[in-house]
């Protein structure tokens, strides 16, 4: 998995490259919106870092390096169960 373009959606297919080791950059405007602005699969080196930010489409008032604690999948429980709706129970 490759950084990726400022701004891109990720697809179902991207998520199943994202781990604990996954680190994701995102900046953060003065009025509290995020935008990833690039992710990679190790930890990345300060200067990939600042490359990503220097290339980014805007300025941002700050950027946060993360790493996931929890990965939850959209379409069911963290166990990868699908949930079960009330009327199924």
Same mark, same amino acid.
């Given at each position: 998995?490759? +950084? =990726?373009?400022?701004?891109? +959606?990720?697809?179902? @297919?991207?998520?199943?490259?994202?781990?604990y080791k996954t680190h994701?950059?995102?900046? =953060?405007? !003065? +009025?509290?919106?995020?935008?990833?602005?690039?992710?990679? !699969?190790?930890?990345p080196r300060q200067s990939e870092v600042q490359q990503r930010i220097d290339g980014a489409r805007? =300025? @941002?008032t700050v950027y946060l390096l993360c790493t996931p604690t929890s990965i939850i999948p959209a379409d069911g429980n963290a166990d990868g169960t699908r949930q079960r709706g009330p009327s199924s129970r």
């Amino acid at each position: 998995m490759n +950084a =990726r373009l400022e701004g891109r +959606a990720m697809s179902s @297919y991207d998520m199943r490259d994202v781990d604990y080791k996954t680190h994701i950059l995102i900046g =953060r405007t !003065p +009025a509290g919106d995020m935008t990833v602005i690039g992710e990679w !699969p190790h930890v990345p080196r300060q200067s990939e870092v600042q490359q990503r930010i220097d290339g980014a489409r805007q =300025r @941002y008032t700050v950027y946060l390096l993360c790493t996931p604690t929890s990965i939850i999948p959209a379409d069911g429980n963290a166990d990868g169960t699908r949930q079960r709706g009330p009327s199924s129970r």
